[in-house]
């Protein structure tokens, strides 16, 4: 079954390939297609992006066209497009890029089409600032991407688990319990001394760390694309803090995207997760028989983001111009409110926050909790924080040593000088 979500990077993957740099020429001759003829189009995706029924829609106005999706999952889907862009053979005409790995191809612009050629810099005015500048070329020039979604943060929880421990199930009282991280531990050590049956207060620290550092005004990298995992007092705080939550015994050491977290879903294993608006369709997906035992509070901080993606055009393709357009649909205010209604990927697009269709949705699974509303305010209270080169890599380093310590190979302390070194050699 493939999980019906925009992937954020799992901190406890492997690491990328080294992605080839620079430009670069391709073996494909680009071409338009002729009036009426039939031409192919591959897109590269990691798990499912809601794009079925658009397609369907697309094909109404465009008979000539044939869309294939090939499906990957995440990590695998980043490490073969960056094997693919060396070898200038096997990319699809358009390709997913997560958010984490944006920056890695980004600094590629010579192996991919400037969507500038084809109008698409006209979408500008549609898009978040940060969101459209992700898709840029390094110098600004070209467009490269355009955004699918992002990852406004949440705290999903199971409301039969916190009445079990005697907390409150109520989302605004639930809300209240953790302004602070700090203040979300204690809340932990209370659900773990009422000894729930089966149930641990949340699935691992990876996610955690992850949401932490991203609501830092400065993340991994300075603007100077120096990485300053060693030196961000931020950085530093947030992997105490997760680490915390393994020393007092409150996560269910199920891994991010893992089938053992797939299945913890469904058995009821852990009380909260990180949230982000595309995770509401994953929870659906893998807790079918939990409708109404979830619901929906804000997360401890107040905003951040976490995922989302972008899509891309290899100067592979054949037919970029095509490509190009069925980008242009697949992202269009229309279908990113579409798409936000049935999976849950929170739209890149700010005109859809405020309007009632999105500002009233509601999902009767989490019991009704008012889903567009909440994802909206986080959407508006998101603040960019630059990406490096090797974003994504640097996360796994990180969510490694944190695997670690929850593994009990390590301490933090010498998972942590790991980390660093590990860091280093990050190139």
């Avoid at 992700?134 to 990852?151: A, I, R």
């Avoid at 639930?174 to 699935?203: C, H, M, R, S």
């Avoid at 955690?208 to 550092?213: G, H, L």
Wanted: charged content about 20%; some cysteine.
């Amino acid at each position: 079954m493939t999980p019906r979500i925009r992937l954020a990077v799992p901190l406890l993957a492997a690491a990328l390939l080294t992605a080839a740099c620079g430009g670069g020429g391709n073996t494909a001759t680009p071409t338009s297609a002729a009036p009426g003829e039939k031409i192919k189009l591959t897109i590269g995706l990691f798990g499912d992006f809601g794009f079925k029924p658009l397609y369907e829609e697309y094909k109404k106005t465009h008979p000539n066209i044939e869309i294939v999706e090939n499906v990957t999952q995440f990590n695998d889907h980043h490490s073969n497009l960056v094997k693919r862009l060396a070898t200038n053979a096997g990319a699809g005409d358009i390709e997913a890029v997560e958010v984490g790995y944006i920056s890695t191809f980004t600094a590629q612009p010579g192996k991919f089409a400037d969507l500038k050629q084809y109008g698409l810099d006209q979408r500008k005015a549609d898009y978040l600032d940060w969101k459209w500048q992700q898709g840029l070329s390094k110098d600004g020039t070209q467009v490269l991407g355009l955004g699918t979604d992002v990852g406004g943060l949440a705290m999903c929880y199971r409301k039969d688990l916190f009445d079990k421990a005697g907390l409150p199930t109520d989302r605004t009282e639930v809300a209240a319990l953790w302004p602070t991280w700090e203040q979300y531990i204690e809340t932990g050590k209370k659900f773990a001394a009422a000894n729930v049956a089966g149930a641990k207060f949340v699935d691992s620290p990876g996610e955690i760390f992850r949401a932490m550092v991203n609501q830092a005004p400065v993340g991994l990298y300075d603007a100077q694309d120096n990485i300053i995992v060693g030196t961000n007092p931020d950085v530093k705080k947030a992997w105490d803090l997760s680490n915390q939550l393994t020393r007092e015994g409150l996560t269910a050491k199920l891994a991010a995207f893992s089938p053992p977290w797939n299945t913890g879903f469904a058995k009821g294993s852990f009380a909260t997760i990180i949230c982000p608006a595309w995770m509401t369709g994953f929870i659906q997906e893998q807790a079918k028989d939990a409708s109404g035992k979830w619901d929906i509070a804000t997360v401890p901080g107040g905003s951040g983001n976490s995922g989302g993606s972008h899509l891309m055009v290899p100067k592979q393709s054949k037919h970029p111009k095509e490509a190009a357009e069925l980008i242009n649909f697949l992202t269009s205010k229309e279908n990113q409110a579409k798409v936000f209604k049935e999976e849950g990927t929170f739209p890149s697009i700010p005109a859809l926050y405020d309007d009632p269709s999105i500002q009233n949705f509601t999902k009767p699974f989490f019991g009704d909790a008012p889903i567009g509303k909440i994802y909206s305010e986080a959407a508006k209270a998101l603040k960019p924080q630059h990406l490096g080169p090797k974003e994504g890599d640097v996360r796994v380093a990180i969510g490694n040593g944190l695997g670690r310590v929850e593994q009990g190979k390590q301490t933090p302390d010498e998972a942590w000088a790991q980390v660093l070194e590990d860091v280093k050699k990050i190139k």
